[in-house]
């Protein structure tokens, strides 16, 4: 193994690989990832650091593991971490105001773009633009909980 697939830096490119393996590979939500053998001999890399990174992803709430079968894609925008996250993120009640004001832009230019005040963000093709509001309005939500 190189020095630069070691420590940190070498952790990082482990899951940045695996990512890459899961969008060239078109592995859906719920869908199994390749096996750590798999992983270990694609990445060349020791099963250990597959280990490491597979654990790190499963912490974020990115795969899950069902012991005996396999690793799952999970479906990160149900996750709880996000919740957390606010908490710490979002302290202050001007944050949670600012949050608000940038969600409320948002569905401004969604309904000018589509020239109809029913329009929703959620209606929008733009999945960037629904990801980053979905976010939001989940970090808004933790900081009334």
Known sequence: MSD???GKKGLENIIEE????????????GEKLPSERYLKEKLNVS???VRE??????LLGIIYVR????????????????QLIGRYLIRT?????????????IEAY???KHQDDTATVLDDDNQIMKKI??????YSKAFKS
């Open 53 to 58: 990174a597979l654990r790190a992803l499963e």
């Open 133 to 138: 509001y979905i976010l939001l309005d989940k």
């Open 110 to 112: 969604v309904k000018s």
């Open 18 to 29: 695996i990512h890459n393996l899961i969008e060239s590979e078109n592995i859906q939500v």
């Open 67 to 82: 012991r005996g079968e396999g690793t799952f894609l999970a479906d990160i925008d149900s996750h709880q971490l996000f």
């Open 93 to 105: 009640e001007r944050q949670q105001n600012e949050i608000v004001e940038i969600k409320q832009v």
């Open 4 to 6: 630069e697939m070691t």
């Open 47 to 49: 099963r250990q650091s």
